[in-house]
Every structure is written in structure tokens, then in C-alpha cells.
């Protein structure tokens, strides 16, 4: 388990829907993100926030070692 921000809600939701649409360049790549992170609401972010701060605790529980069997 790691702390990186892509193993996050937001970013696991946007590959999905980015393999699943057709999306020719990085222009209209990045404009869909845009689009779409206009549309998330208030509680995905608040859960983002709360697994985060989650695994931080974890981390910092076990000293930066491997902490996923504790969460």
C-alpha cells in the first residue's frame, strides 16, 4: 500500500472512464478531466481525504515501514 495520490479514488475513476471513451489527443484528454472533476461531488472528495489521511496514520504508526495489515 502506498500513500501516492493515483491510488486514490479520482484518478482510479478517470482511467476507467478514460478506457472506456474515446479520446483522440491530449487536448480533448485534458478537457474531459476537467470536465469531469468539475462533476465530482463533494462527498468523493471528502472520502479521498478521509482514506488518505488513513494511510498516513498507518504509515506513521508503523515508523514509514509496511503498514497495510494494520488499516
Do not use: A
Not at 482511467?15 to 472533476?37: A, H
Amino acid at each position: 500500500m502506498t500513500l501516492t495520490q493515483s491510488d486514490y479514488y479520482p484518478w482510479t475513476y478517470y482511467i476507467f472512464f478514460v478506457n472506456n471513451d474515446v479520446i483522440k489527443d491530449v487536448g480533448e484528454l485534458r478537457q474531459w478531466i476537467v470536465e469531469e472533476r468539475e462533476q465530482l461531488s463533494q462527498h468523493v472528495t471528502d472520502n479521498v481525504i478521509r482514506q488518505w489521511r488513513r494511510r498516513l496514520r498507518g504509515c506513521v504508526d508503523t515508523d514509514g515501514g509496511q503498514f497495510e495489515h494494520s488499516l
